[in-house]
């Protein structure tokens, strides 16, 4: 059989710092399988795994022992601790210990820092359905280029991309008289769909950052011109702020019509044709244009008259596309066939939806139509 051991090079760390995470596997023939799902609900894997094999004489007996270790960083706060791991080799198993941990907060001073993210919200509190938007932004005082890197889940949220560059664009700006180059990592639209309180996971992102080498002057070899050959570049983990979102209740007297539309909408209705004959289809379309959380949302089943057949409606979105503010069309597409002859009254449409900015409630009617048959 064989020992799974694990052990970390510090247990005391800042919320910035990775810890070296490794695992002993002593008397073990091979690497096995290691399941980290549950190492992950805390820490984010940063790198590894990498191995390495070692061999030892004890007592006149070769023993082979192999380590895996990893990069980990801690997700959040205090008392975190590493949990027991199942380690599987060629059939045998084997459960590391459980470490305890603590994570205290960072005491770097954002103006005494070269590179830092922040994570940018357009509110802080929102009623369900509101959108808020959330903006990554990098600062730097110094040239460094960026791992690619993982959005975080929203869970809790409905979200819509509004921006990921290519290429992060810098501009120059002064933050509390310091000055630093601002580029945009991120950008989305955050609807809430449930809770009270919602958390943001940070956004956490490795650099390479350039410095140069502390050097001793007056020696005459260093010239200006030989510069570049003294920059050494250091591998950063830099984080954004958690955020959190709160919940704000709708007013009373919620009306039955409502189905979840949050925003500023207009509605209209068209037919694509004002005479028809029996038994022969039109197309009546309901559309919803306006801003808020659009795809989110349904009208309430419409119900024609009973001489007419109708086939359920195709629905479509079409967004804006390059605007804060997720915006567009809503387009629901009926097929009607009228089995009698004379006029086909199509009533008017009612829509119910919640107006965040005056946050109150508003009732909708599209405008009847009238087909003659």
Do not use: H
């Amino acid at each position: 059989g064989f020992n799974a051991v694990a052990s970390v090079d510090k247990n005391r760390s800042s919320i910035n710092e990775t810890i070296n995470f490794k695992i002993d596997l002593e008397g073990a023939d091979s690497f096995g399988d290691i399941d980290l799902s549950a190492l992950t609900k805390n820490f984010t894997i940063v790198s590894g795994p990498s191995q390495q094999t070692s061999m030892q004489w004890i007592n006149g007996k070769i023993t082979n022992s192999r380590i895996i270790s990893w990069s980990i960083l801690p997700k959040k706060l205090g008392r975190v601790s590493i949990p027991p791991l199942k380690v599987e080799i060629s059939g045998k198993k084997s459960v590391t210990k459980k470490i305890d941990l603590f994570i205290e907060d960072s005491q770097e001073d954002t103006n005494e820092l070269d590179v830092f993210i922040s994570a940018e919200l357009s509110q802080e509190s929102a009623y369900l359905g509101e959108q808020i938007t959330l903006t990554y932004n990098i600062y730097r005082k110094v040239e460094c280029s960026i791992e690619p890197f993982e959005i975080p889940n929203f869970v809790g949220f409905w979200s819509e991309e509004l921006f990921r560059p290519n290429q992060i664009k810098f501009k120059n700006i002064s933050l509390n008289g310091v000055q630093y180059q601002k580029g945009t990592l991120y950008k989305v639209a955050l609807f809430p769909i449930s809770g009270k309180k919602i958390d943001i996971d940070p956004l956490v992102i490795k650099l390479q950052i350039q410095k140069k080498k502390k050097r001793r002057s007056r020696d005459p070899f260093f010239d200006p011109f030989f510069d570049s050959f003294f920059m050494e570049t250091k591998s950063k983990i830099i984080r954004s702020q958690k955020r959190t979102i709160n919940i704000k209740e709708y007013p009373e007297n919620r009306p039955s019509g409502f189905t979840g539309a949050v925003g500023s909408f207009k509605i209209f209705t068209e037919t694509d044709m004002d005479t028809t004959n029996i038994n022969e289809a039109i197309t009546f379309r309901v559309v919803i244009e306006g801003n808020g959380n659009m795809g989110l949302f349904t009208i309430p089943a419409l119900k024609f008259a009973d001489n007419i057949d109708q086939f359920p409606p195709k629905e479509t979105f079409d967004k804006n596309v390059f605007r804060n503010e997720l915006s567009g069309k809503m387009i629901w597409e009926y097929i009607l066939v009228p089995r009698v002859a004379g006029n086909l009254k199509i009533p008017s449409i009612g829509f119910t939806f919640f107006n965040p900015k005056t946050s109150k409630w508003q009732k909708l009617l599209s405008e009847p139509s009238l087909v003659i048959v």
